[in-house]
């Protein structure tokens, strides 16, 4: 069965400082990942995806994340948080049960302080 | 291009009572999904259409929750009676057909507190 861990409930970050979130899956099968924000009282925005190709992938608002398939791990980055970055952060694995889905983990909030 | 709707952004009812969602997905958009979104926790996909049928409806507790997409557009669903461990935020989402390599776009949600 497929299923995504988040270890880090909430992440304090200074403005202008790094950011990385973690994220690690477990999928019997090549996995498909995605990397999720949702911001207060709005829907959930992707931020970028892997499928296949090159590990470390580009997203929008400077998001990155790099897949490592030895670590199983999905993990997202961004070299300087803005204040507009806080926010939760979802991780998710694609997977196929009667159709295509999606399962994601519990989230991250990350707080940026001044 | 207008995104995903959904109203009302807010409800509050006492627990037995009923309550229904509305979803508009996006123009187009052949596939939508449910999913219920319990604080502390990521979405959970309740059920999905492709166009006006049920693809999957396996997570769906169906003798409280119901959800129909007539003509292949908008989407409601419906919880009655509701218990307290109802109380979430609801999310549509939709995509042009199903599939990973087509986005999901979600909606702001509606957050149900069941009292």
């Known amino acids: 069965a497929q299923s995504v861990t988040q270890p880090d409930i909430h992440i304090t970050v200074s403005e202008g400082a790094s950011l990385e979130l973690r994220c690690n899956y477990s999928?019997?099968?090549?996995?498909?990942l995605f990397w999720y924000v949702q911001s207060p009282g709005q829907g959930l925005q992707l931020l970028l995806k892997y499928f296949s190709g090159d590990t470390l992938v580009q997203g929008i608002k400077g998001f990155e994340a790099e897949f490592k398939r030895s670590q199983s791990s999905f993990n997202l980055r961004k070299p300087s948080v803005h204040w507009s970055d806080a926010a939760e952060y979802f991780c998710a694995v694609g997977y196929f049960s009667n159709d295509y889905k999606l399962s994601f983990g519990a989230g991250t909030t990350v707080t940026v302080r001044a | 291009e207008a995104g995903v709707a959904q109203s009302p952004r807010y409800k509050i009812i006492e627990k037995r009572q009923s309550v229904a969602f509305w979803c508009n997905p996006i123009s187009g958009h052949a596939t939508l999904y449910w999913y219920q979104q319990i604080l502390g926790q990521g979405p959970k996909l309740l059920i999905q259409f492709q166009n006006n049928g049920v693809v999957d409806d396996s997570q769906l507790p169906k003798d409280r929750f119901s959800a129909e997409r007539l003509k292949g557009v908008d989407s409601t669903l419906k919880i009655q009676p509701a218990k307290l461990e109802d109380s979430a935020v609801y999310l549509c989402a939709s995509s042009l057909e199903p599939g990973w390599v087509n986005e999901q776009y979600f909606g702001p949600g509606t957050r149900l507190t069941v009292t």
């Open positions: 999928y019997g099968a090549t996995p498909y």
